[in-house]
């Protein structure tokens, strides 16, 4: 691809695109595995628009996690009816991944849950709790998730390893947004090495999402490793 030379690592060629789709999530077992999981964390969801009936239907024919969250990122026209259906199973009633689809297709007292819980953590300064909503919100993937994760890019908040180190909670919100933009170098972490690379990165929220930044940009701050103790 075109933009992997640029540190962007995505599936936009329509042969290999139309090949997991088709292919791919005919049949359950580990290809169609690795089918779901190339198609939603390396596609776009613009290209997977091009296959609804296809990631429907591998949802219907073998419900699984995977499943779920390629649904949740295609958002496919009627989507919603066989996720509730499901939704009701026992195997899938309290599933995380089933949340994340109800989320995405809609179901906004879902999605108010862990905007709450982003909030609460970030007043709390805990990082870890951030990243890992963020990471939530990101795979439901709607404007709205979506500008709340996009608002805490200039959030100073870090993530402790005691004695070992400390990244910053900026990167979990990059994270969260390439997983929905793939073909944007400019959200991949690899790619921020100063501070400027990160008003590329607020320059695309702004753009794509809308976002207004009013706080200012904390110092670059990305990983920080402790020194390791001299031996007594």
Not at 74 to 93: C, F, I, M
Request: a neutral charge; one cysteine or more; aromatic letters at 6%.
């Amino acid at each position: 691809d075109t933009l992997t030379p640029r540190g962007a690592d995505a599936v936009r060629h329509p042969f290999i695109l139309a090949m997991l789709a088709g292919p791919g999530l005919a049949k359950a077992d580990v290809g169609q595995q690795a089918a779901m999981d190339a198609l939603r964390k390396l596609a776009t969801r613009q290209d997977l628009s091009r296959f609804p009936e296809k990631i429907l239907k591998a949802l219907e024919d073998s419900p699984s996690d995977s499943a779920f969250l390629l649904v949740a990122k295609a958002k496919p026209a009627g989507a919603s009816t066989v996720v509730e259906k499901l939704a009701l199973e026992p195997k899938w009633k309290n599933a995380e991944s089933v949340k994340i689809a109800r989320a995405a297709l809609g179901v906004q007292s879902i999605e108010d849950e862990y905007l709450v819980e982003l909030n609460q953590a970030e007043g709390a300064m805990d990082g870890k709790t951030m990243a890992h909503v963020m990471g939530t919100l990101g795979l439901i993937g709607t404007h709205r998730s979506l500008v709340a994760v996009a608002e805490r890019l200039r959030s100073p908040v870090t993530i402790l390893v005691p004695g070992s180190s400390e990244r910053s909670v900026r990167i979990s919100v990059l994270e969260a947004l390439l997983y929905n933009y793939p073909d944007e170098p400019v959200l991949y972490p690899n790619n921020v090495n100063s501070d400027a690379d990160y008003e590329s990165a607020e320059r695309f929220c702004e753009s794509t999402l809308g976002v207004k930044y009013s706080k200012p940009r904390p110092p670059y701050m990305k990983y920080r490793a402790f020194p390791i103790p001299a031996p007594r």
